[in-house]
Nanobody, 117 residues
Framework: VQLQAYGGGLVQAGGSLRLACAAS????????VGWFRQAPGKERELVAA????????YSIDSVKGRFTVSRDNAKNTGYLQMDSLKPEDTAVYYC???????????WGQGTLVTVSS
């Protein structure tokens, strides 16, 4: 599966952005979708994920209540709605197709999110 992430940009603290991850190729619905981010000088971290059935979602504590992960299998697209953004959310965000075994099978290119204070 090939992924393309888009929707990043510059936003003031407290603002919102919605990232999208468009998939093509193999069956998108058979993968979980993960959103990762990497800030300058830091390791890439998993921010949120959603199972292929939409039944299970996961997010790290620092974004709970602010970020919402979702997907539309009919459109082969995953989403990350980010509200109440903080400067510490500034990072390059990546989407990934995660297999049932938990490994990342495919990465999208990163999209930069910059939150100004």
């Amino acid at each position: 599966v090939q992924l393309q992430a888009y929707g990043g940009g510059l936003v003031q603290a407290g603002g919102s952005l919605r990232l999208a991850c468009a998939a093509s190729g193999r069956t998108f619905s058979s993968y979980a979708v993960g959103w990762f981010r990497q800030a300058p000088g830091k390791e890439r971290e998993l921010v949120a994920a959603i199972s292929w059935t939409n039944a299970i979602t996961y997010s790290i504590d620092s974004v709970k209540g602010r970020f919402t992960v979702s997907r539309d299998n009919a459109k082969n697209t995953g989403y990350l709605q980010m509200d109440s953004l903080k400067p510490e959310d500034t990072a390059v965000y990546y989407c990934a197709a995660i297999s049932t075994g938990g490994s990342v099978d495919s990465w999208g290119q990163g999209t930069l999110v910059t939150v100004s204070s």
